[in-house]
């Protein structure tokens, strides 16, 4: 049993990895300015925004956790400068420093993301970054912030791939929602294949990577996700499936031109539902090499149909 703070428990993967190590009888407790949306989680939660530095540090010193994993953030892309990400900058800032300050702390884990190298970009090594969006380089920042100052105690970067499951929000969210109600359709045959990752099999990599050593600084950066990767038609075709229903397909012309449709609603900061980023996305393939984490969490606890059950079955609470 260990003292284990969390930042952004209140978030998507947060308040699956809170439930997780509670049930493990851990020690826990959740540094967040928003409140979690489970309601049992509320006794765990400390209302703190990870930009105020005093406030921040008195509430992890007064905890003296053994571990911290580091996943408070701003996630979203509609950020229109940099400053915008300003918790994945100065919040990160913040933290590095008070680790500095914590006698008893073992290890801790700070959260980047895939989106440090645009989709479709591999990087050579963990220092090679290829963000196209701001929200890519406040991750790039993240991770600069923590190498150039390296706590005293072991530590790692995570950079989480596609994640899904129970508590998530947008854009896989709306994915499984739309298979549900018959409104989504396979783009031609512009199917991509990408690293997703279940968000049970999530947990049980971060916890993997949390307690076993991670000493070797040429081996800092896991990812997070499931492999093999997942083809997007073979996924929504397995949801339907569960469901007892079927996929119709739609010319990849049709999309194109929602796309641009959804391009100029966007000058006019009129929100729509596929634009030609998002189009993009949907069908470039983003394979991610996952073999450093699998040599830590080699056995992933879930299959992608188990996942689906488990999501559809939360989707219907």
């Not at 005093?54 to 400068?81: C, M």
Request: charged residues 20%; glycine residues 4%.
């Amino acid at each position: 049993m260990s003292k284990i703070l969390i930042t952004g428990a209140s978030g998507f993967i947060g308040e699956n990895l809170l439930e997780d190590l509670l049930l493990k009888q851990h020690i826990v407790i959740n540094i967040d300015n928003n409140p979690p949306r489970n309601t049992f989680h509320k006794q765990f939660w400390h209302n703190v925004n990870i930009n105020n530095y005093t406030k921040f540090k008195q509430v992890i010193s007064d905890f003296n956790p053994d571990y911290i994993i580091h996943l408070a953030a701003r996630t979203d892309l509609e950020g229109r400068i940099l400053d915008d990400y300003s918790a994945n900058i100065n919040g990160v800032e913040n933290l590095m420093q008070i680790v500095k300050t914590l006698p008893n702390l073992k290890k801790v884990i700070v959260t980047s993301s895939m989106l440090v190298c645009h989709t479709g970009y591999y990087p050579k090594d963990q220092f090679d970054y290829a963000p196209n969006t701001l929200y890519g380089e406040s991750k790039v920042e993240t991770e600069k912030i923590v190498w150039d100052n390296k706590p005293q105690c072991d530590w790692a970067i995570i950079r989480p791939t596609s994640i899904w499951g129970p508590w998530f929000g947008v854009p896989y969210r709306n994915f499984f929602d739309m298979v549900i109600s018959r409104k989504y359709f396979h783009i031609g045959r512009k199917s991509c294949t990408k690293t997703y990752g279940y968000v049970g099999n999530a947990i049980y990599q971060i916890e993997q990577i949390l307690f076993h050593e991670t000493l070797n600084e040429d081996q800092k950066v896991f990812y997070i996700g499931d492999n093999p990767p997942t083809n997007i038609e073979t996924w929504a075709n397995e949801i339907a499936a569960e469901l007892n229903s079927n996929i119709k397909r739609v010319p990849f012309w049709m999309l194109k031109t929602a796309a641009y449709f959804g391009d100029l609603l966007k000058l006019f900061n009129i929100t729509f539902p596929m634009t030609s980023f998002r189009l993009k996305n949907m069908t470039t393939d983003n394979i991610i090499d996952l073999s450093e984490t699998y040599n830590i969490a080699p056995n992933p606890p879930y299959s992608r149909i188990d996942g689906i059950k488990a999501t559809l079955q939360w989707l219907k609470k």
